[in-house]
């Protein structure tokens, strides 16, 4: 995928249509700082994906978080730093939520994340009318639009964040646990592994991400919109599915995530910007999603192929003693 993202570029960059608008710092810096909420939630995403377990709930997550934060600080006239604490709190304890429901009632993560996903899409309407809000002081809703370096700091957001979680899951007893509980559920319990506990953990982590996100969403539309956050469901769950296809492929992991966010949305832009319909766009989403999870679905299977076959292997360094042989060495010690 790196090859073909690199290519991409090149034919956009190229192409007579979109050449000086694709190349121009405006679409550029436009690209890192839109993708950044997207970037952030699909990060989210590939901590439960991890261990094995779907969470979709998590773009309704950073939805809720972005009402909570914007209503907190605009409509109740409270500091910033609640607003933002309030939403990160909302976060956790909605992940904590799901988490119960999948690591210690054992219910399906996929099913019960798209029950809350829908829960929250419908108390979001409730609680808004259906209504955007604005309102947000300009230090934090300017904040969205800095740069810092000359790269928009909701780019550098996301950076850090993939730090942090790939830290987290590549770099740590606990991270390397959890790899574990993907790879055998069962066995990881063998071995001394607290599987409950890690799957709580991460379906928590998730939310608290999703918090992030919804921080920065507010920031970034400087108010609240009910319908933002659950828009951004497919968008990430393509990246996360693309990410898989690289880097460690196979497996989701934090920087072939933030390599696919911006495949899609290069390809996106690319073709707005050489005038395609709009049914392209879905079209283009949709193709690469299903290319994604058909390209990690083989890859990872091969993987598996592949490590079963090593194990399944005999050591021929190792002599096999026939069944004479067996006698003739019983025979010989007595």
């Keep these: 995928m790196p090859v073909l993202f690199v290519l991409m570029i090149l034919f956009f960059a190229t192409y007579p249509s979109s050449q000086r608008a694709f190349t121009s710092s405006e679409n550029i810096n436009n690209i890192l700082a839109g993708q950044s909420v997207t970037g952030i939630i699909a990060l989210g995403m590939v901590i439960p994906l991890a261990g094995g377990y779907f969470d979709v709930s998590i773009a309704a997550i950073a939805g809720v978080t972005n009402v909570a934060a914007a209503s907190i600080i605009a409509e109740h006239g409270q500091p910033i730093w609640v607003g933002m604490l309030a939403a990160l709190v909302l976060g956790g304890l909605i992940g904590a939520v799901n988490g119960v429901f999948v690591a210690y009632f054992k219910l399906n993560g996929l099913i019960v994340t798209l029950g809350v996903y829908t829960v929250l899409g ?110 951004y469901l497919f968008p990430a769950f393509a990246a996360v599915f693309l990410g898989a296809t690289t880097i460690r492929p196979g497996k989701y ?82």
């Design 122 to 231: 419908g108390l979001l309407t409730w609680y808004t009318k259906g209504a955007s809000s604005s309102g947000v002081p300009d230090s934090l809703g300017n904040w969205g639009s800095l740069e810092w370096l000359g790269i928009p700091r909701p780019f550098w957001l996301l950076i850090v964040v993939g730090l942090i979680i790939w830290y987290g899951l590549m770099h740590t007893p606990s991270g390397r646990q959890f790899e574990a509980v993907a790879s055998n559920e069962a066995a990881a319990r063998l071995v001394g592994i607290r599987v409950e506990r890690l799957v709580f953990g991460s379906f928590v982590v998730a939310g608290l991400i999703a918090g992030i996100a919804g921080i920065l969403l507010t920031s970034r539309t400087g108010g609240a919109d009910p319908t933002a956050g659950p828009s």
């Design 253 to 334: 992991n934090v920087w072939g995530t933030i390599v696919g966010i911006f495949f899609v949305a290069v390809g996106v832009t690319g073709f707005t910007l050489i005038g395609a319909d709009v049914w392209v766009t879905p079209v283009f989403d949709g193709a690469v999603l299903i290319a994604a999870v058909l390209i990690s679905t083989v890859v990872g299977r091969r993987r598996a192929g592949a490590a079963f076959a090593v194990v399944s292997q005999p050591d021929e360094s190792v002599p096999i003693s026939s069944e004479a042989d067996t006698r003739e060495s019983a025979g010989s010690q007595s």
